[in-house]
């Protein structure tokens, strides 16, 4: 019963989903304008969160590498968005970032605990330095003027990432694959000593993910007419996706998406509106998500849930009695 139960609550969940980006696709004809790139943003949130889930939430490695990666698909857009059609461009700035991840996990994931999210954040930094160094000393300037397209096309084609990623972590958590790489976030010794090379399968699962927010920053790259490593390589994109998990729970496929969905309103919202409080606002956020909502808002609609079941069995049980 309870693998069945368990089949029917995946089964849901993807119909849930396919209406979801089915009602998305025609977002840019009800709500032209703004609306479409705020939804691409959010969109794009949803792209890194459900990424950083997919590998932390399942490995307990914490990793803050994702503005690496996204910078990368943006200066793949940035160097040959005006020579290459647009399709290919994103294809190979989500390549770059996942060759780009499989070097640094091959180095890193060796690590364990805080050493491995120190250097993942480190590298964000080195890339940002890298590049700086890179315009200014040998291409003699300082940031590019990007390609621009229409916020209609950023949209769909952050849709189709975003579905395409759905998919692919709905089948991932589905088969062996995912069940391998939970049991390295319970117990990495043990799932080692099952005969799963562990190494291997963090490396994999980790340039994978990349893949994704490379992709993502190379089409969001079109929405800026400028850039340069300090918009490319923005530091927030590696806290961002972590606030968002945590505040939507990290133990659901749709938690993240949730967080997702509310940050990057209140962080396209606050930022407008007060631009230098904002990162104040969403500190303040987190601590208060970490005290009240250890597991999310998805772990206390579950609990309410459980609560209400618990206590109308209780009354039934009372009226049968009686």
Known sequence: MNILAKRNEWYVQLAVFAVLIIVLAFLPAYAPGYPVILFAIILMFGVMTIVWTAFSGSTGYISLATSSFFGVGVYATAALGRTLP???????????????AAVTGAITLRLKGNYFSVFTFGLVALMQAFILWWEININHVRGRLVLVVDNSIIYYYMLGIFAVLLVAVYLFRRYKFGLALQSIGMN???????????????????????????????????????????????????????????????????????????????????????PYYYMLSFGLVLVAAITFLPNGITGLFKRKLRGGLVKNNGNSRMQQSQ
């Open 86 to 100: 647009l399709p290919l461009v994103v294809f190979i700035g989500g390549l770059i970032a996942t060759c780009l």
């Open 188 to 274: 990495e010794e043990a799932t080692e000593h099952i005969g799963i090379d562990v190494t291997r399968l963090k490396i994999i699962v980790f340039s994978f993910s990349a893949l994704f927010v490379g992709a993502a920053g190379a089409i969001l790259a079109t929405r800026w007419s400028y850039i340069d490593p300090y918009i490319a390589f923005n530091m927030n994109y590696s806290f961002f996706p972590v606030l968002m998990a945590i505040f939507g729970g990290v133990g659901s496929l749709y938690g993240p998406i949730i967080g997702a969905v509310i940050f990057a309103y209140l962080e396209e919202t606050l930022i407008s509106r007060f």
